[in-house]
């Protein structure tokens, strides 16, 4: 089978990078070919390409790619001239051109959607009118064509009922997955801090992820403020690319004089990400939108406990199994999170626990890539 992806791939889009790599080192193994059609930014990173797969940058047009997301001529040039050659076409994400682009081209390879989150009340208000124009221009009946619709949970399904009005005969529910594997044997505890200056005593609390409004920064930052006005024991470390929100962070932090207390270190990869997680105490997420956090899926499998709130893709798995701490949506839930979690050792390693029980049984990659190519067979045999 020959696969062909469409996404930004790159470090700074985050979790769908990571989740297209995964999916491909499974389906590589067992051998079938994959492409990834990346409309790209100049100076943009490409996230790291699995042995034996192929990138295809193609150059964001601008001025109008400032506008209307990933908009690339050199994206609609290649699949005028290769689509045809592929059995199947996956898109990720909705709202931007590459979402676009494969139903612009005359062909009749069939086309697998993920929605990754972007149904979400949240994130459909988030620049309402684009949303708003782009459903009237093509996106409901782009969705009603698609050959498959991938979602991750109920939330989406709901999403997605609610978005189209009816509910899609080809809509089918896979979760994101991890390498557990990675995960288990990490590196050696205090190697992050030792690098970072961060004292033994103070209690490392962990944010990972885009330094996006969406991801409830505007809360966890108050809450730790406040946290810290009742025991200074501990540090919040902030990790993650710039996107929209590291200006009011910086402010934020200035401000309350707690450049001692919060910590931005930009974006953690390979070995030195690993590190982190093996000297936090405590992740955090409180996100008021997720596809499927792949952040969350980390730390629960490193057997880091953790906060987060029921918007990070994976609610009803969580309150099952009791795999974490689950926030409400506000300032005094995240600091009574923040009291309840890093004062208690016996309730964090019950979480921690848990939350790697969880990842264990229900998203190691090895099944979930299974489940993604028995879909796409499917498809090609209807």
């Given at each position: 089978?020959?696969?062909?992806?469409?996404?930004?791939?790159?470090?700074?889009?985050?979790?769908?990078?990571?989740?297209?790599?995964?999916?491909?080192?499974?389906?590589?193994?067992?051998?079938?070919?994959?492409d990834?059609?990346?409309?790209?930014?100049?100076?943009?990173?490409?996230?790291?390409?699995?042995?034996?797969?192929?990138?295809?940058?193609?150059?964001?047009?601008?001025?109008?790619?400032?506008?209307?997301?990933?908009?690339?001529?050199?994206?609609?040039?290649?699949?005028?001239?290769?689509?045809?050659?592929?059995?199947?076409?996956?898109?990720?994400?909705?709202?931007?051109?590459?979402?676009?682009?494969?139903?612009?081209?005359?062909?009749?390879?069939?086309?697998?959607?993920?929605?990754?989150?972007?149904?979400?009340?949240?994130?459909?208000?988030?620049?309402?009118?684009?949303?708003?124009?782009?459903?009237?221009?093509?996106?409901?009946?782009?969705?009603?064509?698609?050959?498959l619709?991938?979602?991750?949970?109920?939330?989406?399904?709901?999403?997605?009922?609610?978005?189209l009005?009816?509910?899609?005969?080809?809509?089918?529910?896979?979760?994101?997955?991890?390498?557990?594997?990675?995960?288990?044997?990490?590196?050696?505890?205090?190697?992050?801090?030792?690098?970072?200056?961060?004292?033994?005593?103070?209690?490392?609390?962990?944010?990972?992820?885009?330094?996006?409004?969406?991801?409830?920064l505007?809360?966890?930052?108050?809450?730790?403020?406040?946290?810290?006005?009742?025991?200074?024991?501990?540090?919040?470390?902030l990790?993650?690319?710039?996107?929209?929100?590291?200006?009011?962070?910086?402010?934020?932090?200035?401000?309350?004089?707690?450049?001692?207390?919060?910590?931005?270190?930009?974006?953690?990869?390979?070995?030195?990400?690993?590190s982190?997680?093996?000297?936090?105490?405590?992740f955090?997420?409180?996100?008021?939108?997720?596809?499927?956090?792949?952040?969350?899926?980390?730390?629960?499998?490193?057997?880091?406990?953790?906060?987060?709130?029921?918007?990070?893709?994976?609610?009803?798995?969580?309150?099952?199994?009791?795999?974490?701490?689950?926030?409400?949506?506000?300032?005094?839930?995240?600091?009574?999170?923040?009291?309840?979690?890093?004062?208690?050792?016996?309730?964090?390693?019950?979480?921690?626990?848990?939350?790697?029980?969880?990842?264990?049984?229900?998203?190691?990659?090895?099944?979930?890539?299974?489940?993604?190519?028995?879909?796409y067979?499917?498809?090609?045999?209807?």
């Open positions: 089978m020959r696969i062909l992806n469409i996404c930004a791939y790159t470090w700074e889009i985050g979790g769908p990078a990571r989740i297209i790599f995964d999916h491909t080192t499974e389906a590589l193994k067992m051998g079938h070919e994959v990834i059609l990346s409309p790209m930014t100049p100076g943009d990173e490409i996230y790291d390409v699995p042995t034996g797969a192929r990138v295809i940058p193609c150059i964001r047009t601008t001025p109008v790619s400032r506008f209307y997301r990933e908009f690339s001529v050199g994206l609609l040039g290649y699949l005028r001239k290769h689509i045809q050659e592929y059995d199947i076409v996956h898109i990720h994400g909705i709202w931007h051109f590459g979402s676009l682009a494969p139903f612009l081209v005359r062909n009749r390879v069939p086309k697998v959607i993920t929605i990754h989150g972007l149904l979400d009340e949240w994130a459909v208000n988030h620049h309402k009118w684009k949303k708003d124009l782009v459903t009237l221009l093509y996106q409901k009946s782009i969705l009603a064509k698609a050959d619709i991938q979602i991750n949970n109920a939330d989406e399904e709901k999403n997605v009922i609610d978005y009005g009816f509910r899609p005969k080809n809509l089918v529910t896979i979760p994101n997955g991890i390498r557990m594997d990675e995960y288990q044997n990490l590196p050696p505890r205090g190697s992050f801090r030792q690098q970072f200056g961060i004292p033994e005593e103070k209690r490392l609390v962990l944010f990972m992820g885009r330094m996006n409004i969406k991801k409830g505007d809360l966890l930052l108050p809450a730790f403020a406040d946290y810290l006005r009742e025991n200074d024991e501990a540090i919040l470390i990790a993650g690319p710039e996107d929209g929100y590291l200006a009011e962070t910086t402010k934020f932090i200035a401000e309350n004089g707690l450049a001692e207390s919060i910590k931005y270190v930009g974006m953690l990869t390979d070995t030195t990400k690993l982190v997680l093996a000297d936090a105490d405590l955090v997420l409180p996100s008021y939108s997720e596809g499927f956090s792949i952040a969350v899926l980390e730390a629960l499998a490193s057997g880091v406990p953790a906060l987060v709130s029921d918007r990070v893709g994976f609610g009803e798995y969580i309150r099952k199994y009791e795999a974490a701490y689950l926030t409400p949506l506000t300032v005094d839930g995240v600091t009574e999170g923040l009291s309840i979690m890093l004062e208690n050792d016996s309730t964090r390693a019950a979480y921690a626990k848990r939350g790697r029980e969880m990842v264990a049984q229900n998203f190691d990659i090895t099944q979930v890539a299974k489940k993604m190519l028995a879909a067979s499917s498809v090609l045999r209807s």
